[in-house]
């Protein structure tokens, strides 16, 4: 009888292990609802993913090192592809480096990934959050110098999830 419980407690942390990423819960295919938001601070030019033309988002399983999953934007303008990653990278002084960080829980997921310096720092963060329509994708691309932000875009939409 232990070794039945012992078994379905294995498989049962295992299953939930499979399926930790906060991402998961967001694969699939979405169209745009209403019109996408861009707000400009410090800057003319917010144009990551041409944002201000999407039209549909899919979130798939990664196929690229490091990837966990990717986020894929199609605007009236192009195709483009964020990569959802973890890793962390210093230099020798420890003066530098790169990152990307995902976490979330039930219902939203997030990740940022960005360059360091001391008193600098260059990222990108994209949050997904699910609604009772589907979706709201949210994209923070912030510029930190001497550590005060000095320029920003931040994009967010709406979308409904469609049939695969």
Known sequence: MKFIASLILLFSVQAFAETSDPFDQFIGNYVIEG?????????????????????????KIGDAKFESHRV???????????SV?????RNDRDTAGSFAVTYGGEGWA?????????????????????????ATVSLDDETFRSGKLKKACYYEADLVKVAQ
């Open 85 to 89: 990653m973890n890793y962390e990278t």
């Open 110 to 134: 997030s990740n940022v990934r960005g360059t360091w310096s001391i008193g600098n720092k260059d990222g990108v963060r994209i949050r997904l959050k699910l609604t009772e329509r589907g």
């Open 35 to 59: 019109k996408p938001r861009v707000k400009e601070v410090g800057t003319n030019y917010c144009l990551l993913y041409s944002f201000g033309g999407l039209e549909a988002m899919s979130v």
């Open 72 to 82: 894929d934007f199609k605007s009236i303008y192009k195709f483009s592809r964020h």
